[in-house]
């Protein structure tokens, strides 16, 4: 047999709250009632309304508002601070109900909300409202002053809300746990409960946000952060637990030709990128160049900072000729200058948060992010920066931020978890030595690059920033002066080798042509003496063949007979010739 | 309900009720004994069912029921319960 539900299950109507609905995965419970409990200033009556107001924005909605604690006109000034436009939303979507009770009303004997209800039913028809909220009803309760009677009235209102369809919001101000005690049924009446609660951490504020019970759904009941901004109350929550954006290969310049080449090619687009080091190690001319760079390729960059004043950063940055004021005029460039005003972080961030989009950025410096986290009040403060920075990211900001410490090692890294998420790590150190510091630049890491392992040296004068080379000699760094005397006293040893060199060669150059030349002359001796061989040898076979054809010319000319020899007739020349050259001798 | 017997006496009363919840049917019977017992010389009793008329009790700027309103003499006083504490209906009422 199948065991269905009465009740349809449980649908959701978004608060609008950034951050809320994520974590309840949809909003409030649609015609249930949800409590709001926390302390004073914690943000229950911003909550509620924020919801009404998102709903009467976004979805259309009427509602209803009975203000028990303060008075509706006293909300409508207050709530004046975010960009609600209360007044206009007044005359159509929004009704409040001024159930302040003055302190000269006397209280004679017991009373009930069926009259109230009756109104806001006639109220809830007339606009068609969807949403309710009853803000402050421990005001009611502390009047109505008897349990039984508190009971009977928390359950008429809330019989009356599942009977009207309306969805609810019940805000009860809570102290200690005696109060706690004594309205402590009331979380086990309504479906979800959300508890806000402002507390001070070593001195700083911090808010947060609960949710601790939501019937028919689940829901992240964690401990979450929450700022109050101009737009109102939002949670800055975890953000989507997988890590999910669109990564680029494309490359974009640091401002500074030899960097880029350190890092085979410029940051990757969308990247984050840390430049840590020590005061004065030239971290913000990193940024102001990254910035000019990129204001140059004509992308929108946003430049905040927390140590100097916009007109300070660019008349600084101007002495290393870096400028930045006409991308500031073009409206190209927006820097945002402040101090890390209240202790709270969420706030600075929901500052942020708000500037970006405001400006829309694709470039973004923060200079320096440590001021933010070096403040981190609650651990769950610490995700802060990290929330932020992966907003960034998915956004496709390529953001560049600094953070002062003077080694890698320090706790400030660690702690914010800056180090892990920053994708490119670029450290900035003094190097001090034979009397002078100088800076010297290594890439800490760099995902998804190649990049250079060698630590450079970086210069600063009117010209602009340059990186340069840095030597080692005798196991020791050398940079600046040093490094320009070992750079001079290189030049001239190489000078002293090249002239050896030449000179050495210039002499094996003459040995060589002496040889030459001494080749020359026997060449020309053996080819003399060779005609000599030549004319000796003409000289002696002439003389013999001479003798031979002359004995033979007389012997014609004295018409004497052969010489007959015995023998074969055809060899009788050659013995002749033979006889003949004896005869010479 | 029906209005309460006009007089030339300054008291001027309007008590809101919702229709016959229990609270509402005491201040009924209390408002009345009351102002028989201690305004019999002259007041004007005014009751009001604001299931019948919510938006009047809207503009009266009466959210609790029951609530007894002094209309007169001035200044408005506003009492809410069943007013059976006769002695803090008293007060409230002649106080100026």
């Not at chain 1, 299950?9 to 009632?33: A, H, N, Q, Y």
């Not at chain 1, 009611?140 to 349990?147: A, S």
């Not at chain 1, 060669?505 to 001494?518: D, G, N, T, Y």
Request: aromatic residues 6%; glycine residues 8%.
């Amino acid at each position: 047999m199948k065991i269905q539900s009465p009740y349809p299950s449980v649908t959701k109507i978004p608060t609008g709250i950034r951050g809320f609905d994520e974590v309840t995965d949809g909003g409030l419970p649609r015609s249930r009632t949800t409590l709001v409990m926390g302390g004073p200033g914690c943000g229950k009556t911003v909550f509620a309304l924020q919801t009404l107001v998102n709903g009467a924005i976004r979805d259309k909605e009427a509602s209803l508002f009975v203000a028990f604690e303060e008075d509706a006109h006293q909300i409508i000034a207050n709530a004046a601070t975010f960009g609600w436009d209360l007044p206009a939303l007044v005359k159509k979507k929004l009704f409040f109900l001024d159930a302040h009770l003055s302190p000269e009303v006397v209280k004679a004997g017991e009373f009930d909300l069926v009259g109230m209800l009756a109104v806001l039913q006639a109220k809830a028809d007339q606009l068609q409202a969807k949403r309710i909220v009853f803000d402050g009803i421990d005001v009611l309760l502390t009047l109505l002053d008897d349990p039984v009677a508190e009971r009977r009235e928390l359950y008429r209102i809330r019989d009356w809300l599942a009977q009207t369809g309306l969805t609810g919001i019940i805000t009860q101000k809570v102290g200690g746990s005696e109060a706690d005690q004594r309205y402590g049924f009331l979380q086990f009446m309504v479906d979800c409960v959300v508890i806000l609660q402002h507390q001070v951490v070593d001195g700083s504020a911090f808010r947060s946000l609960r949710v601790k019970k939501f019937r028919g759904s689940g829901f992240a009941g964690d401990e979450f952060p929450i700022t109050l901004t101009k737009e109102g109350l939002q949670l800055t929550n975890r953000g989507p637990t997988e890590l999910q954006y669109d990564v680029t290969d494309e490359r974009i310049s640091s401002g500074l030709p030899r960097l880029d080449n350190m890092l085979r090619g410029g940051y990757h687009r969308g990247s984050n990128v840390l430049i840590s080091g020590a005061p004065g190690t030239a971290k913000s001319t990193l940024c102001g160049l990254f910035a000019a760079a990129a204001c140059q390729r004509g992308e929108r960059t946003l430049y905040v900072s927390f140590d100097e004043g916009a007109a300070q950063i660019v008349r600084n940055l101007r002495s290393v000729g870096i400028r930045l004021a006409p991308h500031q005029k073009s409206g190209m460039l927006k820097i945002y200058s402040t101090r890390t005003r209240g202790p709270n972080v969420e706030d600075q961030f929901g500052a942020l948060r708000a500037l970006v989009s405001a400006h829309r950025p694709r470039c973004l410096v923060i200079d320096p992010l440590s001021a933010l986290s070096a403040k981190v009040a609650h651990l769950a403060s610490a995700d802060a920066a990290q929330q932020f920075l992966d907003y960034l990211k998915k956004e496709g900001i390529t953001v560049i931020n600094t953070s002062l410490m003077d080694g890698l090692n320090t706790d400030e890294a660690t702690a914010t978890g800056i180090s892990t998420i920053a994708d490119t790590w670029i450290h900035v150190s003094y190097i001090v030595q034979d009397g002078e510091r100088n800076r010297a630049l290594t890439i800490v890491k760099s995902r998804g690059t190649g990049h250079s392992n060698q630590v450079r040296e970086l210069t600063l004068s009117g010209e602009g920033v340059s990186i340069t080379d840095v030597f080692i000699a005798q196991g020791k760094v050398l940079m600046g002066v040093a490094r320009w005397e070992w750079e001079q006293g290189e030049q001239a040893a190489k000078k002293r080798t090249q002239v050896a060199t030449d000179l050495k060669r210039l002499q094996l150059q003459l040995a060589q042509a002496e040889a030459v030349a001494r080749l020359q002359v026997v060449q020309t001796e053996i080819e003399a003496r060779s005609a000599e061989i030549a004319v000796l040898a003409l000289a002696t076979g002439s003389a013999s063949k001479l003798l031979v054809t002359d004995r033979a010319v007389l012997r014609k000319m004295r018409h004497a007979d052969e010489e007959v020899r015995v023998g074969k007739p055809a060899s009788a020349k050659s013995a002749a010739a033979k006889n003949g050259v004896t005869g010479v001798h | 309900m029906g209005k309460a017997k006009t007089s030339k006496a300054g008291l001027v009363l309007r008590l809101y009720v919702a229709g016959s919840a229990p609270n509402s049917l005491s201040a009924i019977a209390n408002a009345k004994a009351i102002c028989a017992e201690h305004f019999s010389s002259g007041h004007e009793l005014e009751i009001v069912d604001l299931l019948e008329y919510p938006l009047r009790a809207l503009a009266d700027g009466v959210v609790v029921t029951p609530t007894l309103l002094r209309l007169s003499p001035l200044p408005v006083r506003k009492v809410i319960g069943n007013l059976s504490d006769a002695k803090q209906v008293l007060l409230a009422l002649a106080g100026k």
